[in-house]
Every structure is written in structure tokens, then in C-alpha cells.
């Protein structure tokens, strides 16, 4: 468990109000997208994007999008924009 730059503690599955953060590890330029769930509240994101220009991140708030079937200004990136490991906050409804 660390916190994060908003004092948040990072934790599988935590919840503040109505907020979950969630574990995601990416893999970018997939040949198709894909999403595995390891855990409760950790995935395994296939990408099909290059991760260039931050274009395989947005690409992944389209896919976990999709899946969680919510809209993508529900979904934020809390830290490792530049990294395969990523910790995201969902906005429940």
C-alpha cells in the first residue's frame, strides 16, 4: 500500500465514497484489445496502441470503458502515466 500524490491510500479495491482504484498492468501495440481481471479489482489490459504520445492510455480508458460499461469521464488516471503498471480511479454510479 502507498499513497498517492492526493493522500488516497493505493489499495486493490479501496473505496473513497463511491470511488474504487483500480490495478491495472498494460501492454501496449497488442494486436487486438483485451481485458483479463486478475483479482477483484486488478486487471491485465491488452492495448492495441503504440505508446507513443500518451496514445495507448487513452486508448486504455476506451477499452476499460467498454468493459465496465461507464462512461470514460468516469475514469482517471491517478499514477504511472509512463509506466505498465497504472493505478485508476472508477467513478461508481
Request: aromatic content about 2%; glycine content about 6%.
Amino acid at each position: 500500500m502507498t499513497a498517492g500524490s492526493d493522500g488516497k491510500r493505493l489499495q486493490n479495491g479501496s473505496v473513497n465514497g463511491k470511488d474504487v482504484l483500480v490495478r491495472v498492468r498494460v501492454t501496449p501495440n497488442a494486436k487486438r484489445a483485451m481485458v483479463v481481471r486478475v483479482a477483484e479489482a486488478s486487471f491485465e489490459v491488452k492495448v492495441d496502441a503504440r505508446a507513443e504520445d500518451g496514445r495507448a492510455n487513452k486508448r486504455l480508458l476506451e477499452i476499460l470503458s467498454e468493459h465496465l460499461e461507464i462512461p470514460k469521464s468516469r475514469i482517471s488516471l491517478v499514477k504511472g502515466a509512463r509506466s505498465r503498471d497504472k493505478v485508476l480511479e472508477v467513478d461508481l454510479p
